[in-house]
């Protein structure tokens, strides 16, 4: 079965600090995708990373960056230096053949709220 | 500019009615999908659609109806079988590789709130 497993639902900070959110997967495909999306308050999901399960390189863009590791089956998303503009429901989600074509398995989302 | 459409933003129905959520992309994709999101919950995905003519069910499909006609168009009708509807539905599309597995990126759109009045 798949499945993704954000254990935190909820996390607030203060604006600057560093913030990590763990993401757990699970599916017995050797190729799969693994993506993080942000909601913000309107409501889009907007898309951020996507990684494939080959590439176990870590990942940086500006403050974010991705901890990818297959031997824990997670896929963890850092924060650096967080600014209000932060505060969203952020979600990982898994893409897999056992989960059907294109297809993407949500974990519940965790809503980080950036403090001034 | 390139995207995915949905109307209404907001949507009331009232028990015992039918109402359409319409959703229209213009991004040449092939594939399209309907998600569900309730409060604290992930998404769930109720129809997805592969090519024109063709849709197949998702895991929640129950008290819902699909079409697609066109290939940028993709409405979805919440009937009044669907208990309890009330929900953000969130409408996305994808390219699609027809022979192999590529896990292509799902764009999404700014979702409908549908309220049970």
């Known amino acids: 079965a798949q499945k993704v497993t954000q254990a935190q639902t909820e996390i607030s900070v203060v604006e600057k600090e560093d913030v990590t959110l763990d993401c757990v997967y699970e599916?017995?495909?050797?190729?799969?995708?693994l993506f993080w999306y942000k909601q913000p308050p309107s409501g889009e999901l907007v898309f951020l990373i996507r990684?494939?399960?080959?590439?176990?390189q870590n990942e940086i863009s500006g403050r974010y960056s991705w901890n990818f590791q297959k031997s824990t089956s997670s896929f963890n998303f850092t924060i650096t230096a967080s600014q209000v503009v932060d505060s969203a429901v952020y979600f990982c989600?898994?893409?897999?053949?056992?989960?059907?074509?294109?297809?993407?398995?949500f974990g519940k989302g965790m809503k980080l709220t950036v403090n001034p | 500019d390139g995207g995915i459409t949905q109307s209404p933003k907001y949507l009331f129905r009232k028990e015992g009615q039918n109402v359409t959520l319409s959703c229209e992309q213009n991004?040449?994709?092939?594939?399209m999908y309907w998600y569900r999101q309730d409060p604290g919950q992930g998404l769930r995905l109720i129809y997805y659609?592969?090519?024109?003519?063709?849709?197949q069910k998702g895991d929640i499909a129950e008290g819902y109806s699909v079409s697609r006609e066109k290939k940028e168009s993709f409405p979805l009708t919440v009937t009044s079988a669907q208990k309890n509807p009330t929900a953000f539905y969130l409408c996305?599309?994808?390219?699609?590789?027809?022979?192999?597995?590529?896990?292509?990126?799902?764009?999404f759109g700014e979702g409908s709130w549908l309220t049970v009045v």
């Open positions: 990684r494939n399960s080959f590439d176990e």
């Open positions: 991004l040449n994709h092939d594939a």
């Open positions: 599916t017995r495909d050797t190729t799969y995708y």
């Open positions: 996305a599309s994808s390219t699609r590789r027809r022979r192999s597995f590529s896990g292509n990126t799902i764009y």
């Open positions: 989600a898994l893409s897999s053949p056992q989960g059907g074509s294109e297809k993407l398995v």
């Open positions: 659609s592969q090519i024109v003519n063709d849709f």
